[in-house]
């Protein structure tokens, strides 16, 4: 039997999808492990590495970015697994954590989704879990109040950073780097709204489940290593295009579950944010010229933020 699907995106991220491969092949004993690689237009020799050491890997090759939520729904369509594993190719799985978030979902059948304890690469928990995305909370995030202030309730309320991560609970949203799905639920909902190319549909797929009657957890007790952003760090361009891409998804989601009126608010708040960095980073180039990095980076991210429409975007 078949107890997990793991489905893998994978997009010029070679090396991290090899690693991410071998900590999955070394749990098969764990639970019984469908795993699914689609591959959204890789050219970085990803297609053979995976067909070369990892024949047991079933591989889909879209011949184009399809984007998060799609190529995850395209690897899912014929899935076996009593769950669905959506999970990030940065990422690296301890021993047990498999078998720990299968025996979470079979004592608790009105579950419809659980994240594991993400581990960032200096050892410290990533905040993974949120609540419902609201103007105020958003507002927060691009003053930076809420780096300013994570653990107060009202400023870090969104990713919960005045929590450590340590205790089992039920919460309204979780990252979608780990996110294990019951078949059923994500049946019931249609998977990812393939609208969203990358970012969001974390958050929307939450919110549909909860709606469905489904409810969500985090358990610290399956742990999950992420090397969160290890393909964008050193290029600005791609990390100028993600900063925008996660910009217009939240301006879709706002737009699509708030109405026009928050979208357009959204739109303002995000275009506010980057004229705050974009003025900061070149107050500090002045003085740092290592700094223009930045300045063009957010100059980017201002531009695509002001001609954000739905129905355009904002592909990376």
């Not at 764990?30 to 990803?46: A, F, K, Q, R």
């Not at 009593?82 to 004592?107: C, Q």
């Not at 419902?132 to 995030?141: A, H, I, R, S, Y």
């Not at 910009?247 to 928050?262: A, M």
Request: with cysteine; hydrophobic share 45%.
């Amino acid at each position: 039997m078949i107890d997990i699907s793991v489905s893998i995106v994978s997009y010029n991220t070679c090396e991290l999808l090899r690693a991410c491969l071998r900590s999955l092949e070394a749990l098969r004993q764990e639970v019984g492990l469908e795993i699914i690689v689609t591959d959204n237009g890789s050219t970085d020799g990803s297609v053979a590495m995976v067909r070369a050491e990892f024949p047991d890997v079933v591989q889909i090759e879209a011949g184009e970015n399809l984007g998060y939520g799609r190529a995850n729904n395209r690897g899912l369509e014929n899935a076996a697994g009593r769950f669905f594993f959506v999970l990030n190719s940065d990422t690296e799985i301890e021993p047990g954590a498999l078998r720990a978030l299968v025996n979470f979902m079979d004592t608790h059948p009105k579950a419809g989704g659980v994240t594991a304890q993400l581990i960032l690469p200096d050892g410290s928990i990533q905040p993974s879990c949120a609540t419902d995305p609201n103007l105020m909370k958003v507002f927060w995030e691009q003053t930076y109040l809420d780096r300013l202030f994570p653990n107060n309730k009202v400023t870090g309320g969104y990713t919960m950073t005045y929590w450590n991560y340590d205790d089992e609970r039920e919460v309204l949203q979780v990252a979608g780097a780990a996110l294990l799905v019951r078949r059923e639920a994500w049946e019931q909902v249609g998977g990812f709204d393939p609208a969203f190319f990358m970012y969001f549909e974390d958050t929307d797929l939450c919110l549909r489940l909860r709606q469905a009657g489904w409810s969500i957890w985090f358990t610290p007790t399956s742990r999950v290593h992420h090397h969160v952003g290890a393909s964008s760090n050193k290029d600005w361009q791609l990390r100028a295009r993600m900063i925008a891409s996660l910009n217009w998804s939240r301006y879709y989601f706002f737009t699509k579950r708030r109405g026009v009126l928050q979208g357009w608010m959204l739109k303002k708040l995000v275009v506010m944010g980057a004229t705050l960095r974009l003025l900061t980073w070149s107050l500090i180039a002045l003085v740092k010229p290592s700094a223009r990095t930045q300045v063009r980076m957010f100059a980017f991210v201002l531009r695509k933020s002001v001609l954000m429409r739905v129905g355009d975007d904002s592909r990376l």
